[in-house]
Each structure stands twice: as C-alpha cells, then as structure tokens.
C-alpha cells in the first residue's frame, strides 16, 4: 500500500478535529506532524486544541508545532466561534500531548527538504490560514520542491462565502498568503466551499459517531453537538458540512470526487479582499494552477468518516495498524 506521508497544517476549530482524527485512524497516511496556525482561534487556543486531538487519538509519536500567531499583512480576524477559545475538558479530554519546541515554519522546511533529498515528497493538507507555509516558501523557495501536493479547504466560487458574503474563511484570514501558495508552483488542490456544503452531517451520523468512535467519536460528538452548523436556509435541508475533513478523504478515497484544472487566485485588497476565482475555460493569459474539486459523493464520504472514526471504538490491544491504532 502506497501510504501519503503529510504534514496537517491546522487552526482547531471544530472541523479541523475531524480531519485531524480521520487521518490518524487511517492506514493510508502517515502524518509527520501537525503545524499550528491561528486562525479558528487565536494560536494558544488552536495549539492547545491540537494537542488535545493528538491526545484523544493516542498517537504520541505525532509532534505538534506551534507557527504563526497571525496574518501576513491585513489585520487579524478570527473565525465564528472564536469564542470557545480552547476546547473544554468536558468537550474534549486531555491527553497529555505537549507541543514540540521546533517551530511550525522550521518544521516545514526542514520536512521538505528531507523530503526532496529522499525522493518522496510530502503533502500537505492545509485546513486554516496557509500563513505557515507562505512563510516557509517564501523564506526558502527551495522547498517546494519537496512537496508534492498542498491540498487545500479554501476558497468559495459558486458558493460563495460563509465569513463574509464573498469569502471563505481560511482564505479571509490570510488572502495574501493564499495567493503566495497559488503562484508558488507547488502542485495545489482546492476543496471549495461549493464541494463541501454538498455533504451535511446529520444528528444521526454525530450519535453514530459517538455509538462507535470510542474516545474519537466522543470528542466529535461532543464538538459538532456543541456547535451547531446547520443552515436550513442556505442548505435546504437539516445537517452541516465537515468541510476539513473533505481533505483526508480525497487521499484515501479520490474516486469519491470530481475534479477539474483551473486557474485559482485570491483578491488581496479592497472590499471583496479574500475572494477566490477560479477561471476553468482559460478567460486569463495564465496557464492552470490548480485542481478544484467540484463535486462530492455525499454518502460515500460521510460513511468513510464515520468508518474510520469508527476504528477508535475498536482500539484496544493488539498489534499497530499503519494508521498508529492498537486493534
């Protein structure tokens, strides 16, 4: 089996947790590591919540590294429930994972470059701001070479946005180091809002998660019970998007998407700043930089979730999976 190694670069945040959980249950990734950024939350917060994923997940072997606290340049915004601060106790347990003492940024470069020194070249799943690694391409140019893929939650097209009426909120937060990844070269995918708002999770995939995911379907149960995202109105029908997630599935389950070549950009100044575009019939003078993924196969994704959240419930003795779960 042909496993992805990559990095999470990540702003927990509710659904981050999901697509955090999800790829440490899953045999067909090996996560080097999570780089943290603020986003969802300020950094403290997002790193606190992040040790405490790792912690519920049992996986002491993967290092979280805290990274920017902030934007590039615009002022700093925080997403919509930048209120819950760090999950409670209650919410979700601790699990006595600290962070690492190696820099997000450093973590990045340093990754890569082993990487491209090897041969075999990392992803990286990109959930929050992609201020991180902005950073790192642009202090070290060189690193991308050591990446094979950044797939990305970002960017809203048809959809339009969920922070503001024209954008998504990752790309908000830090537009300037979106485009930075757009035009670095490095082969990018984007998992658009008008992908992700196509799967709704409902109360009974959430009780499902808890009937099953052991501690991991707790902590989920816990969070997105918590935390309503449902939006009759805009959706038209009951239940709420996993947007992150999306990111993990689509390395273990590409089939269960469509894709197609464009090219993606990101207004950086002025009212509409953090719009995305995504030009799929070449209108512009620049050649395609992205796969958008258009469309998603809701049932097939959701139940991939649950599944492997599912394997938390199983964790008990025996040998390790590739995925790091004692079944």
């Known amino acids: 089996m042909n496993r992805h190694r990559i990095i999470i670069d990540a702003d927990p945040g509710v659904d981050d947790a999901a697509a955090i959980l999800m790829a440490l249950a899953s045999p067909e990734i090996d996560v080097l590591g999570l780089s943290v950024v603020a986003g969802n939350v300020p950094l403290k917060d997002a790193l606190t919540n992040a040790c ?3 912690g519920v997940s049992g996986r002491a072997d993967v290092a979280v590294h805290a990274g920017a606290p902030g934007p590039l340049v615009r002022e700093q915004v925080f997403g919509k429930y930048a209120r819950i601060g760090s999950f409670s106790d209650e919410l979700v347990a ?3 994972i600290t962070p690492a003492e190696e820099h997000a940024v450093r973590f990045i470069v340093r990754s890569a470059r082993e990487a ?8 990286i799943c990109a959930i929050g ?5 902005a950073l790192a391409l642009i202090q070290h140019p060189d690193v991308a070479r050591g990446i094979r893929q950044i797939v990305s939650m970002g960017g809203a097209f048809t959809a339009l946005g969920h922070r503001t009426p024209w954008a998504e909120f990752n790309i908000y937060a830090d537009p300037h180091a979106a ?3 757009y035009r670095s070269g490095a082969p990018i995918v984007v998992m658009p809002l008008d992908m992700t708002f196509q799967a709704l999770f409902s109360a009974e995939h959430f009780q499902s998660l808890r009937d099953r995911g052991g501690a991991g379907g707790d902590a989920l149960y816990n969070l997105f019970s918590t935390f309503d995202r449902g939006d009759v109105a805009r959706f038209g029908r009951p239940g709420g998007p996993i947007h ?3 990111t993990i599935a689509w390395l273990i389950r590409p089939e ?3 894709s197609r070549r464009a090219t993606v950009g990101t207004q950086v100044t002025g009212l509409t700043m953090g719009y995305t575009y995504a030009d799929f019939y070449q209108k512009m003078d620049r050649m395609p930089n992205a796969t958008v993924v258009t469309d998603v196969d809701e049932t097939g994704f959701i139940n991939l979730l649950i599944e492997r959240i599912s394997l938390y419930g199983s964790a008990a003795s025996g040998p390790k999976t590739p995925g790091g779960l004692n079944l």
């Open 256 to 258: 269960l998407f469509t």
């Open 129 to 133: 701001p992609m201020t991180n690694i």
């Open 244 to 246: 992150d997630a999306t």
């Open 116 to 123: 491209a020194g090897t041969g075999e070249p990392i992803t």
């Open 52 to 54: 405490k994923i790792v």
């Open 94 to 96: 601790r699990g006595g």
């Open 179 to 181: 485009e930075i990844v």
